[in-house]
């Protein structure tokens, strides 16, 4: 815990079938940042807050898996990182049922989470209302020093700081620090295949480990406007994989030959996807890999989040 690195924290929660738009908008930011040895960087598949919404074993067992191998495959490096299942170290449970009771309702019910449930007349579970808890633990357990996370999360983070600084002051102590957030830069919103944000719930997506010929298919079906000065869809795909001044270039001298268009982009994404695919499918075959790699992470997370456990459990008097 004396480390003199500030630490990192992210959770990301399994759900799933993972394309291109994951990728750069959220992977490729988590994973730069996790390396270079400014950080020390914990990482945790965030399955209990998936809970929530996905109540199916097998599905839960298998997209932990993916992932992981996910991940791993795009330069996640596990002997940088504490990678591990949230499930596996029982302190974020135990941590958020103690920053349940000293929160109260109305201050969860102003998160805006629950706030857009509510206009949209949903039924939600306790389990989410109470999700900020749950995320607090996540960060305070580990003095997490930065939280990468999407603009959507920010208001998470001061939820984080709020709940660290109220404990703090209830049992007269400093044992949590106050985390800040860092809103990864939205590089791109790529759009899908219909020029739409692209997501797994459009049915726009072009898939991160897809074998060539699926990706020539998506790529494909990409909407073209024959009215533009060039096909914006495409475009804002390629740009994403060669650089607009190579880009400029080209769509002026191919101007209205998307055929061509489409066809270098599927060999660039290609170019730029096979490293990765080859490692998942690499891993994806040795099933021991990820088993090790999760049983360091729980370890090594258990050990960490116990040591803060027992400053908590002391300070509230159960010690
Ligand atoms: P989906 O929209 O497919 O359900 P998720 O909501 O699971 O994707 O997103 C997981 C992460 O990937 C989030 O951090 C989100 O910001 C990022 N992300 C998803 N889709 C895109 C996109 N089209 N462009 C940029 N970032 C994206
Ligand atoms: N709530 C985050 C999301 O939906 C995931 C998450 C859970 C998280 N616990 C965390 C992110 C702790 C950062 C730190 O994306």
Same mark, same amino acid.
């Given at each position: 815990?004396?480390?003199?690195?500030?630490?990192?924290?992210?959770?990301?929660?399994?759900?799933?079938?993972?394309?291109?738009?994951?990728?750069?908008?959220?992977?490729?930011?988590?994973?730069?940042?996790?390396?270079?040895?400014?950080?020390?960087?914990?990482?945790?598949?965030?399955?209990?807050?998936?809970?929530?919404?996905?109540?199916?074993?097998?599905?839960?067992?298998?997209?932990?898996?993916?992932?992981?191998?996910?991940?791993?495959?795009?330069?996640?490096?596990?002997?940088?990182?504490?990678?591990?299942?949230?499930?596996?170290?029982?302190?974020?449970?135990?941590?958020?049922?103690?920053?349940?009771?000293?929160?109260?309702?109305?201050?969860?019910?102003?998160?805006?989470?629950?706030?857009?449930?509510?206009?949209?007349?949903?039924?939600?579970?306790?389990?989410?209302?109470?999700?900020?808890?749950?995320?607090?633990?996540?960060?305070?357990?580990?003095?997490?020093?930065?939280?990468?996370?999407?603009?959507?999360?920010?208001?998470?983070?001061?939820?984080?700081?709020?709940?660290?600084?109220?404990?703090?002051?209830?049992?007269?102590?400093?044992?949590?620090?106050?985390?800040?957030?860092?809103?990864?830069?939205?590089?791109?919103?790529?759009?899908?295949?219909?020029?739409?944000?692209?997501?797994?719930?459009?049915?726009?997506?072009?898939?991160?480990?897809?074998?060539? !010929? =699926?990706?020539?298919?998506?790529?494909?079906?990409?909407?073209?406007?024959? #009215?533009? +000065?060039?096909? *914006?869809? @495409?475009?804002?795909?390629?740009?994403?994989?060669?650089?607009?001044?190579?880009?400029?270039?080209?769509?002026?001298?191919?101007?209205?030959?998307?055929?061509?268009?489409?066809?270098?982009?599927?060999?660039?994404?290609?170019?730029?996807?096979?490293?990765?695919?080859?490692?998942?499918?690499?891993?994806?075959?040795?099933?021991?890999?990820? !088993? =090790?790699?999760?049983?360091?992470?729980?370890?090594?997370?258990?050990?960490? #989040?116990? +040591?803060?456990? *027992?400053? @908590?459990?002391?300070?509230?008097?159960?010690?």
């Amino acid at each position: 815990m004396t480390d003199a690195k500030p630490v990192l924290i992210s959770g990301v929660k399994p759900t799933g079938d993972l394309h291109i738009g994951n990728y750069f908008g959220a992977m490729r930011q988590l994973v730069e940042l996790s390396r270079g040895g400014k950080y020390r960087p914990f990482i945790f598949v965030a399955d209990y807050h998936a809970l929530n919404s996905m109540q199916d074993a097998q599905e839960m067992r298998r997209r932990t898996r993916e992932l992981v191998t996910a991940y791993i495959s795009v330069g996640l490096d596990p002997k940088e990182v504490v990678l591990f299942k949230q499930s596996d170290v029982p302190a974020h449970t135990e941590l958020a049922w103690i920053f349940d009771t000293i929160t109260t309702m109305p201050y969860l019910m102003r998160a805006h989470a629950f706030k857009d449930a509510e206009a949209k007349n949903k039924e939600i579970s306790v389990g989410t209302f109470n999700y900020p808890m749950l995320m607090a633990a996540d960060i305070l357990l580990y003095d997490a020093a930065v939280v990468p996370v999407g603009a959507d999360q920010k208001q998470h983070i001061e939820i984080a700081r709020d709940t660290a600084e109220k404990f703090n002051r209830i049992f007269k102590t400093d044992i949590f620090k106050l985390p800040e957030s860092f809103i990864m830069p939205e590089v791109a919103v790529v759009p899908g295949t219909d020029g739409a944000k692209m997501s797994k719930s459009y049915g726009n997506v072009i898939p991160l480990f897809a074998p060539r !010929d =699926e990706l020539a298919k998506a790529v494909m079906s990409i909407v073209t406007d024959s #009215s533009g +000065e060039r096909p *914006e869809n @495409v475009y804002q795909i390629h740009r994403l994989v060669r650089s607009t001044q190579e880009l400029e270039q080209v769509y002026a001298e191919h101007k209205g030959n998307y055929k061509m268009l489409k066809e270098m982009l599927i060999e660039d994404l290609n170019r730029y996807l096979a490293p990765m695919r080859a490692k998942y499918e690499e891993l994806a075959s040795d099933l021991g890999i990820v !088993d =090790e790699v999760l049983a360091r992470g729980k370890r090594e997370a258990r050990a960490i #989040s116990e +040591e803060k456990m *027992e400053q @908590v459990r002391r300070a509230i008097g159960v010690a």
